[in-house]
């Protein structure tokens, strides 16, 4: 995006303020980037190097000491009055000036509240934090993602500034001094898996999904013509489901979707997962040829993006032999990125996976080619209004 004046960005917020009003989709997020667009413009250089270098690193530091010390919860339980960072020392045993600094760039950073002299409140954001889903979002990305990101500039130096491509050799082996891939340092790293399982339950919380209005068809596309005369019948796979937020959605926002759904991942991760009466929750490795014939629709949501074609290639012909023609469909829930203005939650995702996969985000072409090596032809791709994931539908070819 082309660097605008504060002048014409605070017009343009005007007008998306309007539509925010107005409940039209796409706006909030409109809105965001928007107000992002005029900090930039309003913001010193010398301001800009002091928030990246120090104020949000400080921010992200502080978070992940809140979440041990279990900061959020105590201010949570204060409710409107707010703690004192004295007695916030002593519920923690943390150390009462350390406990006032950290509130304090806490509270400047629109983290928590400030309810009084030295005294702290809780806000809607911090109490977010409480929940398990968020609290491992900020573990994860600390512990995990952190180092990794903190070593690139180093590690590309060290390799010449060669584009890394291995899963076992990239910044992410770097920064944790392993050899092993991402997931498999994920699995022999407890309680590391289970952390990233729930975040992954939580980064996309409010944003668009592909089961929403106007954006995937469900009914027309899935439930019209679905097979289930044997009572039996399968409506679709999460291939790589996590814990089955996607398929708790699904069944949410569609009650009255027929047939059954099925989670896949690994054993580790099935294991503390329940589906509460709305799917059943299988291990299942998806390298090796995929158990449920027939199934109405194959879905994989983030998987392909953490693999090298070759791999997303292997992936995807498990699927192909118990694919009924004509019936069963792929649906792939994949960032596309645009040929240009690309947005933060896109080029962020592509960085992320860069770092810790040595993988990047795809262009619709790059997702068309893995397709058709893998024996599949795209039927159509749904998007969604500032949304920054896709649906594409695919059939056997
Ligand atoms: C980026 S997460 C996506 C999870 C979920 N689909 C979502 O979008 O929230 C990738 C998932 O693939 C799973 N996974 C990694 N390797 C796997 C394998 N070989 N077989 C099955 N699942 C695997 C991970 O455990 C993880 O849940």
């Given amino acids: 995006m082309s660097s605008s004046t504060p002048e014409v960005i605070l017009e343009q917020l005007q007008a998306a303020g309007s539509a925010f009003a107005e409940n039209k989709p796409g706006a909030r997020e409109q809105l965001l980037n928007l107000g992002y667009s005029l900090v930039s413009s309003l913001q010193l250089p010398s301001e800009a190097i002091q928030r990246m ?60 509240a400030e309810s009084g002299i030295d005294k702290y409140a809780a806000t809607r954001l911090s109490d977010a934090f409480t929940e398990p ?11 995990v993602a952190g180092p990794s990101f903190h070593g690139l500039p180093e590690y590309l130096k060290s390799i010449k500034y060669a584009l890394p491509t291995k899963l076992t050799d990239g910044p992410f082996q770097a920064a944790h001094k392993t050899q092993l891939p991402f997931f498999a340092w994920l699995d022999q790293n407890p309680p590391y898996l289970q952390i990233f ?26 439930t019209t013509g679905f097979d289930g005369s044997d009572g039996n019948g399968v409506m679709l796979v999460d291939v ?36 509460e009466g709305v799917f059943e929750a299988t291990t299942h490795d998806f390298f090796t040829l995929q158990p449920v014939k027939n199934a109405r629709a194959y879905y994989l949501h983030s998987v392909l993006h953490d693999w090298g074609d070759d791999d997303c290639v292997r992936i995807l012909e498990q699927l192909r032999p118990v694919m009924k023609p004509g019936y069963s469909k792929l649906l792939i829930n994949e960032i596309i990125v645009p040929g240009r203005d690309a947005t933060w939650p896109v080029t962020s995702m592509d960085q992320l996976v860069f ?43």
């Avoid at 027929?258 to 099935?270: C, F, N």
């Avoid at 072409?365 to 893998?374: G, H, P, T």
């Avoid at 039927?379 to 539908?393: A, D, N, P, R």
């Fill in 133 to 143: 889903r968020y609290r491992d979002g900020i573990v994860y990305t600390h512990d």
């Fill in 197 to 222: 399982s729930n975040y992954m339950g939580a980064y996309r919380a409010g944003k668009p999904s592909w089961v929403d209005p106007g954006f995937y068809p469900v009914s027309e596309r899935l």
């Fill in 240 to 275: 790589g489901g996590g814990r089955g937020h996607d398929l708790q959605e699904l069944k949410e926002k569609h009650p009255s979707l027929p047939g059954r759904l099925i989670l896949q991942d690994q054993a580790d991760v099935i294991s503390t997962v329940s589906g």
């Fill in 53 to 112: 270098g120090w104020a949000e690193p400080a921010r992200a530091a502080h978070c992940r000491i809140a979440v041990e010390l279990k900061i959020f919860e105590h201010l949570k339980e204060s409710g409107e009055r707010g703690i004192s960072a004295k007695d916030l020392a002593t519920k923690t045993g943390a150390d009462e000036v350390l406990i006032a600094r950290t509130l304090k760039h806490l509270a400047a950073m629109n983290v928590v």
């Fill in 355 to 397: 770092v810790l996969g040595a993988m990047g985000e795809r262009m619709e072409l790059s997702w068309e080619n893995i397709l058709k090596r893998a024996g599949f032809k795209v039927t159509h791709v749904y998007s969604y209004e500032m949304g920054s994931e896709s649906l594409i539908e695919a059939e056997l070819a």
